[in-house]
T-cell receptor, first 114, second 112 residues
Framework: DGGITQSPKYLFRKEGQNVTLSCEQNLNHDAMYWYRQDPGQGLRLIYYSQIVNDFQKGDIAEGYSVSREKKESFPLTVTSAQKNPTAFYLC?????????????FGPGTRLTVT | GESVGLHLPTLSVQEGDNSIINCAYSNSASDYFIWYKQESGKGPQFIIDIRSNMDKRQGQRVTVLLNKTVKHLSLQIAATQPGDSAVYFCADLNQAGTALIFGKGTTLSVSS
């Protein structure tokens, strides 16, 4: 099956620890994205990548880091510098960026930091 | 700045009714809008999109209307079903055209 996978579905960490969220796609998409969703809120863009070895900050990049070493993978690290890391994290991909390129979303990872 | 938003956070309808979910946007230069549906605990799913050179676009049981004069778009769902219960988001492209900006969402509850 083609699609986007995120693992794990639930993740628990202690405050002060870095944690890496996985996102893999087998859709052969060039562009990949990370969004954060808080309860009752819309999605906010953290980082996006239009092509391998390139990525751009979104609206709320502080406290996060990403890498794009392979086309199919776009891992997100939530660092200890992120003040409020508990949230639902969504990864997406698209053929390209811009109009007419639908974004496909993964199932999300719910991160809880205590 | 860029922002999209929805007028009402919740909407409750009876099965079989038509639903109308509204969205206002601030960037008059926006030329592409998308509606997504998100079921509980899942990622958003694409419903329908519309470009700014159109006023209306229809899909299966859904219609999107765009009013550029007042910077408003709406999603109409005909004969709403319990399976339509979800959070609905409107989104448009950022100014660079590289990523989506989402509104806060409207939770649609359908009772049978």
């Amino acid at each position: 099956d083609g699609g986007i996978t995120q693992s794990p579905k639930y993740l628990f960490r202690k405050e002060g620890q870095n944690v890496t969220l996985s996102c893999e796609q087998n859709l052969n998409h060039d562009a990949m994205y990370w969004y954060r969703q808080d309860p009752g809120q819309g999605l906010r863009l953290i980082y996006y990548s239009q092509i391998v070895n390139d990525f751009q900050k979104g609206d709320i990049a502080e406290g996060y880091s990403v890498s794009r070493e392979k086309k199919e993978s776009f891992p997100l690290t939530v660092t200890s510098a992120q003040k409020n890391p508990t949230a639902f994290y969504l990864c997406a991909s698209s053929v390209g960026t811009g109009i007419m390129y639908e974004q496909y979303f993964g199932p999300g990872t719910r991160l809880t930091v205590t | 700045g860029e922002s999209v938003g929805l007028h009402l956070p919740t909407l409750s309808v009876q099965e079989g009714d038509n639903s109308i979910i509204n969205c206002a946007y601030s960037n008059s230069a926006s030329d592409y809008f998308i509606w997504y549906k998100q079921e509980s605990g899942k990622g958003p799913q694409f419903i329908i999109d519309i470009r700014s050179n159109m006023d209306k676009r229809q899909g299966q049981r859904v219609t999107v209307l765009l009013n550029k004069t007042v910077k408003h778009l709406s999603l109409q769902i005909a004969a709403t079903q319990p399976g339509d219960s979800a959070v609905y988001f409107c989104a448009d492209l950022n100014q660079a055209g590289t990523a989506l900006i989402f509104g806060k969402g409207t939770t649609l509850s359908v009772s049978s």
